[in-house]
């Protein structure tokens, strides 16, 4: 198995925009969750499905941020519209009855 | 009550010494505590995992010590090496019912120096 495919690696965007991240779990599993990283406050885990049903999505930050996952296969995280001090490395990782949790290789993102 | 406080922030350790990092919870219904392993550009990884029935486990060069009446448990790193190298973070869950999530600490940057 390839793991977790997170994309885009890198995005860039302009402040305003609309950014969305996109991730691939590991093919069986059933949980998957979202975590942003940044300097300041860590790992924050965003919000996490089981079986594509969001469970707890209490980390996300405000209403710009969405989340689904229409599908055992991919989810997406979306932020609309983006500001700077969204910046930080989101991660997606995916796990089993939510045990063994692995992580993508995540996505920078840079708001300007 | 979800906080998981890891110190230190950093360690400077020289190549064979023993890195040692601490962590400590407050909300007595986690019962996974697990250790993760970061490289620059690459997501955590899991390097060793603890559950609260048992008080040590060890993996090669990695050991869990793990007290419950303290909520406090630390990762032992024997003979460190330069390729230890990284963020360390610890965690801990609840496994009850369907709330799986991790509480991660904020980490610790190791450094083996040669």
């Known amino acids: 198995d390839a793991g977790v495919i997170q994309s885009p690696r890198h995005e860039v965007t302009e402040m305003g925009q609309e950014v969305t991240l996109r991730c691939k779990p590991i093919?069986?599993?059933?949980?998957l969750f979202w975590y942003r990283q940044t300097m300041m406050r860590g790992l924050e885990l965003l919000i996490y499905?089981?079986?594509?049903?969001?469970?707890?999505d209490s980390g996300m930050p405000e209403d710009r941020f969405s989340a689904k996952m229409p599908n055992a296969s991919f989810s997406t995280l979306k932020i609309q519209p983006s500001e700077p001090r969204d910046s930080a490395v989101y991660f997606c990782?995916?796990?089993?009855?939510?045990?063994?949790?692995?992580f993508g290789q995540g996505t920078r993102l840079t708001v300007v | 009550q979800q906080q998981v406080k890891q110190s230190p922030q950093s360690l400077i350790v020289q190549k064979g010494g023993i890195s040692i990092i601490n962590c400590a919870y407050e909300?007595?219904?986690?019962?996974?505590f697990p250790w993760y392993q970061q490289f620059p550009g690459k997501g955590p990884a899991l390097l060793i995992a603890?559950?609260?029935?048992?008080s040590e486990k060890k993996e090669g060069r990695f050991t869990i010590s793990f007290n419950k009446s303290a909520k406090q448990f630390s990762l032992h790193i024997m003979d460190s090496q330069p390729g230890d190298s990284a963020t360390y973070f610890c965690?801990?869950?609840?496994?009850?019912?369907?709330?799986?999530?991790?509480?991660f600490g904020k980490g610790t940057l190791l450094t083996v120096n040669p």
């Open positions: 990782a995916s796990s089993v009855l939510g045990r063994q949790a692995f």
């Open positions: 093919s069986g599993h059933d949980y």
């Open positions: 499905f089981n079986n594509n049903v969001p469970i707890d």
């Open positions: 909300n007595t219904a986690f019962d996974y």
């Open positions: 603890i559950r609260p029935d048992v």
């Open positions: 965690a801990a869950g609840n496994s009850g019912g369907s709330n799986y999530k991790l509480t």
